[in-house]
Structures are given as structure tokens and as C-alpha cells.
T-cell receptor, first 114, second 115 residues
């Protein structure tokens, strides 16, 4: 079965520190991969996406993610976290062929200490 | 450009009552999605429309949930009768087309509490 796993429920970092949020996927073929951010009471906003090609993708708000086929991972990174980055982050996958049914991970809550 | 609109933003009902949610997608977006997001979990797709036709509703509990998009624009999701476990945020999203390459734009959601 297709799945997306985010192993960390909560991540706490200090403002200005670097960040890495983990995401692993399980699909028959490489899916399209996405990272979304959700602030309290808001809908999801797309940070970045990977379809194919360059395995390091740049997104909005200074985020980037690296696709690693050998590890079935698509980890999200940011070199210096700002207090406004505190939010819920979701990784999602969509099959690249056939049905385009998205599957989301459970989410990782990012807490930023001043 | 206006985003995806949803109403109401909050709804509290008692179990066994019925409830309906409304979604107006971004103008020109042919594909519309309804998701259920239970507290502490990621969104789960309930139903996907392409214009006014259903693309996928395999995860929709059809004994109590129904959805329609009669004119291919706005959509309504209904629950009848509601159960305690239906307490969740219901998110609507839209995209230009059904391909996974088309970005989904999400509305703010409707938070449903079933007592």
C-alpha cells in the first residue's frame, strides 16, 4: 500500500538554528512529492514539490528539500529558522501514473524557541 | 485572485444530527477535493471531482457522507447522521486539473465538533 511517513511528531529548535524534517515514502514507483505548511486555523500552503530531475528543490520561505531514491526520503530543510516558521508541516505523495490520489503524512509540529 | 472559500468556519452539532459544508473553488479550477483532517493526523482525501463528475470516492463513508458538485463549480459535503468520530476539520481544495502536477490550493477548512 502507498504510504507517507513522518517519524517525528514534534520538533523543537531554537530561532536561528537549522532545521530538518523527515519524510519517507513507500510507493511502487517514485511519486510526486510535496511539502505543505499549516498555521493554526489555516488551510495548507504548498512549500515545494518534486516531480523529477534535480533532486534538490527550492521552495518558498527559504525552504528546500532533497529527494533521495536510495533512502525513499524527501526531507525538508531550512538553514536558519525564524519564530514565524512555527507551524505544522505535512509531507504528501501522489502517484505519478494512474490515479492521482494524494496521501499525506501525519504531520510534524515545529516549535521554535526564542 | 480569490482563494478557495469555505463555510461555515465552525460548526457544533449533536450526534445523529445532519450537517452540510459548502466550498467555492478558485475560478477556472476544474478539480475539487474534499479532505477530512482528524486532530493529530494528516488530511485524508474523501472525494475528488473533475468538473461535476466524481473521479474518486473510495474513502468516502457512503452510508453517511455525500457530496455533490452539480454545476461543476461550488460543492457541498453532507453528513447524515453524524457520529462522534466525524469530529474533524473538513478541508476543500481545488486545482486546474486532476494531474498530480497541478498545485492544490486549500481553503481554511470547517471545524466540526460532534457532541
Amino acid at each position: 500500500a502507498q504510504s507517507v511517513t513522518q517519524p517525528d511528531i514534534h520538533i523543537t529548535v531554537s530561532e536561528g538554528a537549522s532545521l530538518e524534517l523527515r519524510c519517507n515514502y513507500s510507493y511502487g514507483a517514485t511519486p510526486y512529492l510535496f511539502w505543505y505548511v499549516q498555521s493554526p486555523g489555516q488551510g495548507l500552503q504548498l512549500l515545494l514539490k518534486y516531480f523529477s530531475g534535480d533532486t534538490l528543490v527550492q521552495g518558498i520561505k527559504g525552504f528546500e528539500a532533497e529527494f533521495k531514491r536510495s533512502q525513499s526520503s524527501f526531507n525538508l530543510r531550512k538553514p536558519s529558522v525564524h519564530w514565524s516558521d512555527a507551524a505544522e508541516y505535512f509531507c504528501a505523495g501522489i502517484p505519478s501514473g494512474g490515479s492521482y490520489i494524494p496521501t499525506f503524512g501525519r504531520g510534524t509540529s515545529l516549535i521554535v524557541h526564542p | 485572485e480569490a482563494g478557495v472559500a469555505q463555510s461555515p468556519r465552525y460548526k457544533i452539532i449533536e450526534k445523529r444530527q445532519s450537517v452540510a459544508f459548502w466550498c467555492n473553488p478558485i475560478s477556472g479550477h476544474a478539480t475539487l477535493y474534499w479532505y477530512q483532517q482528524i486532530l493529530g493526523q494528516g488530511p485524508k482525501l474523501l472525494i475528488q471531482f473533475q468538473n461535476n463528475g466524481v473521479v474518486d470516492d473510495s474513502q468516502l463513508p457512503k452510508d453517511r457522507f455525500s457530496a455533490e458538485r452539480l454545476k461543476g463549480v461550488d460543492s457541498t459535503l453532507k453528513i447524515q447522521p453524524a457520529k462522534l468520530e466525524d469530529s474533524a476539520v473538513y478541508l476543500c481544495a481545488s486545482s486546474l486539473g486532476p494531474s498530480g502536477r497541478n498545485e492544490q490550493f486549500f481553503g481554511p477548512g470547517t471545524r466540526l465538533t460532534v457532541l
